[in-house]
């Protein structure tokens, strides 16, 4: 009688396990992949799936497990979808890799200035502050005093809770980097050739369309 109990509670955990593995990922997993991940035969985690599946549907949960091209991804259920739909419908939360990139260089800089980020990513952010500004990522702190008196940004209580964080002590420490010394005509850093775009831009304009 233990035995089966306590069968069933590692089968639960299990189940578990494979939930937060398929909800954390967001993307569908091959079951190669999972079965590394979950540590067991590929069969089991077949098995997992459909057991997964089964107990989601009895709960009455909004979320189900889905095949995906030889993979398995956590889903919505179908008859949610009405209701899901307006989530992108109220806004557009997706960042971009160049507006991610400034977001990080916010969090672990800040405060900051729009021109010390440009010097460090090398393209202009306007686009990108403005979308980080929209979602409430990021705010303005205040101003510089320096000359021109540049806005300084930082990081909202919006940015602790879409990350998990509880304060920005908990963000990653940086490794230390030694610093390199300055070649001479690269005080400003190395400069990238410009690379022609289909409307004849440079580079540089491109990324700044993309941000």
């Given at each position: ?6 069968g069933r509670?590692a ?16 993307n ?23 057991s ?71 393209v ?13 990522l990021i ?5 510089k005093?320096?000359?021109g ?49 289909p ?13």
């Amino acid at each position: 009688m233990k035995e089966n109990e306590a069968g069933r509670q590692a089968e639960l955990s299990r189940e578990a396990t494979l939930e937060a593995v398929l909800f954390a990922a967001g993307n569908p997993l091959p079951l190669a992949s999972l079965a590394a991940i979950m540590d067991c035969e590929e069969s089991e985690v077949v098995e997992l799936a459909r057991s997964l599946q089964a107990k989601l549907t009895s709960e009455g949960s909004g979320l189900t497990v889905q095949r995906v091209a030889g993979g398995y991804q956590l889903v919505t259920r179908p008859e949610t979808y009405a209701t899901v739909e307006r989530l992108s419908q109220v806004t557009d939360r997706h960042l971009s890799a160049p507006t991610m990139e400034t977001l990080s260089i916010i969090a672990f800089k800040q405060p900051i200035t729009k021109p010390e980020i440009e010097q460090l990513r090398g393209v202009r952010v306007e686009r990108a502050l403005a979308k980080l500004l929209e979602l409430d990522l990021i705010c303005e702190l205040g101003r510089k005093q320096v000359i021109g008196r540049p806005i300084l940004y930082g990081t909202t209580a919006t940015f602790l809770r879409c990350f998990g964080l509880d304060s920005l002590d908990d963000l990653p420490q940086l490794p230390d980097v030694p610093e390199q010394p300055e070649q001479p005509g690269q005080a400003d850093g190395p400069e990238e050739p410009a690379e022609p775009s289909p409307g004849g831009g440079s580079a540089q304009h491109e990324n700044e369309q993309h941000e």
